[in-house]
């Protein structure tokens, strides 16, 4: 039976009816041979409720007949299972899925054990370069392996160009002192004052108001054909200054912003901000809505109110809250739900 096409092992048998229970009465009537018992036939399948079915083989030349359940051909008690060939061209074609799927797990193994090791490979350079950029050690690291972070930083401090899909990733994983960083290096290459403003902005994403009044005071004083982007500078300043509460310093910046450029929208959008921030929201209006005719979207209006009503406390919270729900209690439906859930 050994050399029949058609004839298995019994451990193969009992591995693809594992799979594939019906197997086991496909057999009924096939020659096999027991390790010890010799040859003999499936005289029969009989199933049983909630479990495996046991088979009846009848050996030859006794006639006598054994009762067994898979277990005894999944331990190899027998040699050799001669199955009928539709049976054993299922098998066939079984077998070679599993082959497949073991070469696919093996080759996704090959690449976890690649990635563990450039992992440990990185993690010392990983350890140097985070800390003195700043960023968590865990950006260096997805369920992918090693993220574009390692690369972005060495071409921040080779003063190389950032891809546009770099400087995307880094907004969108929320990188924002890296890319204040980048863009105050190109400043200090270029001296384009939109540069400046750049690494402004993202120094003030990244909760980095002082710095970004730090880094953006040598450049009020560069040369700059640009009162657009002198402006802009001037508002991102005031900006910051709003952030660390010195409304005076953030109200001078608006103002002279609005003396270089009085065609821009943000300048009036940052002073409008003010004025609510130091509970004359009125007073903010009038410059929200000079802001609205210069072009500036409604969205931006309700960010800026919004930001200054959760910067403001007692009083002038109070005020903020009773001016916007008697101005628009559909659009400001926000305000009445805050003072519900701290009452």
């Not at 054990?113 to 968590?136: C, L, M, S, Y």
């Not at 401090?157 to 880094?170: F, I, N, R, Y």
């Not at 105050?184 to 690494?199: N, P």
Request: hydrophobic share 40%; with cysteine; glycine share 6%.
């Amino acid at each position: 039976m050994d050399t029949d096409p058609n004839s298995i092992d019994g451990r193969a048998l009992a591995a693809f009816a594992a799979d594939c229970p019906e197997a086991w009465s496909a057999v009924e009537g096939a020659l096999v041979e027991h390790a010890t018992l010799g040859p003999g036939r499936v005289a029969a399948v009989r199933p049983r409720r909630g479990q495996m079915p046991m088979l009846d083989i009848e050996f030859f030349p006794s006639g006598a007949i054994k009762s067994f359940n898979p277990d005894s051909f999944t331990r190899g008690h027998f040699r050799a299972v001669r199955v009928p060939q539709d049976l054993m061209a299922a098998l066939s074609r079984w077998t070679e899925r599993r082959a497949s799927e073991q070469e696919a797990r093996s080759r996704e193994e090959e690449k976890r054990k690649a990635r563990e090791q450039a992992i440990r490979r990185a993690t010392a350079e990983f350890d140097e370069i985070a800390e003195r950029h700043g960023v968590p050690i865990g950006l260096f690291l997805d369920d992918n392996g090693i993220t574009p972070l390692i690369s972005i930083l060495k071409k921040v401090d080779g003063d190389q160009v950032l891809d546009a899909s770099e400087v995307k990733w880094l907004e969108q994983m929320s990188v924002f002192n890296v890319l204040g960083a980048y863009h105050y290096r190109r400043f200090e290459r270029g001296g384009d004052t939109w540069d400046m403003v750049k690494a402004c902005s993202n120094l003030r994403r990244a909760m980095q108001p002082a710095k970004a009044l730090e880094i953006s005071a040598t450049a009020l004083g560069a040369a700059t054909t640009d009162p657009k982007a002198l402006a802009a500078l001037l508002t991102t300043r005031g900006g910051a200054y709003r952030d660390v509460l010195d409304l005076d310093q953030a109200r001078k910046c608006a103002t002279a912003a609005i003396d270089i450029a009085p065609g821009s929208f943000h300048p009036y959008n940052l002073l409008g901000a003010i004025c609510y921030q130091e509970g004359s929201p009125n007073e903010g209006d009038v410059h929200f809505e000079q802001a609205a005719r210069l072009g500036a979207p409604t969205r931006s209006e309700d960010t800026e109110i919004r930001a200054a009503f959760f910067r403001s406390e007692g009083e002038v919270r109070a005020t903020i809250a009773n001016h916007l729900l008697s101005k628009d209690p559909t659009r400001f439906a926000w305000v009445r739900s805050l003072r519900t859930h701290e009452a």
